[in-house]
């Protein structure tokens, strides 16, 4: 069995943190140093997006010791300049490979694919394998924010705050 195939053993950190929270803790690391970043220069561009963060404070996230709040994700994710979805997902190299979202199986399976798990962070759909088209459909209907649809048919103008037909400032 290869290692991306094995099952992995249950990541509970002494904060309490679930699955998807232990990878942010990983990811923060990760991210960290592929942007070849000190704790400390990171701590401060979190700090610069209006998160106020300590090296102590990122180095208590990065081993477990802390745990990541929703505005810590923002603004971590806005000083690595990566997406929140990005730290939410385990680094994994296949689309197949199975990640665990939550400690418990539910309604939906605790383990999906790394593809699915994507597409429901992201808001392309529902956040189970075996969905139909359909199933698609009706969830980005309901996910996405009312004004997605327009952002896709004027590009040009959504991401700069203009709204179509009037002139760029």
Request: proline share 7%.
């Amino acid at each position: 069995m290869d290692e991306e195939q094995a099952e992995p053993a249950r990541t509970r950190h002494i904060n309490g943190a679930g699955p998807v929270g232990a990878t942010v803790q990983q990811n923060v690391s990760l991210w960290r140093i592929r942007r070849k970043l000190s704790q400390t220069q990171l701590a401060d561009r979190v700090t610069a997006c209006g998160r106020r963060m300590t090296r102590q404070a990122l180095s208590d996230i990065e081993t477990g010791r802390r745990r990541v709040d929703v505005d810590d994700l923002v603004a971590l994710a806005l000083a690595l300049d990566v997406s929140p979805a990005t730290l939410m997902m385990p680094d994994v190299r296949r689309a197949y490979t199975e990640v665990e979202l939550t400690e418990a199986p539910t309604v939906r399976p605790e383990r999906i694919a790394a593809a699915s798990a994507w597409a429901w962070f992201t808001a392309r759909g529902p956040a189970w394998d075996d969905r139909t088209e359909t199933d698609v459909e009706e969830f980005q209907e309901d996910a996405e924010p009312y004004w997605a649809e327009d952002a896709r048919l004027h590009p040009e103008t959504a991401h700069r705050g203009v709204e179509p037909g009037e002139p760029a400032v």
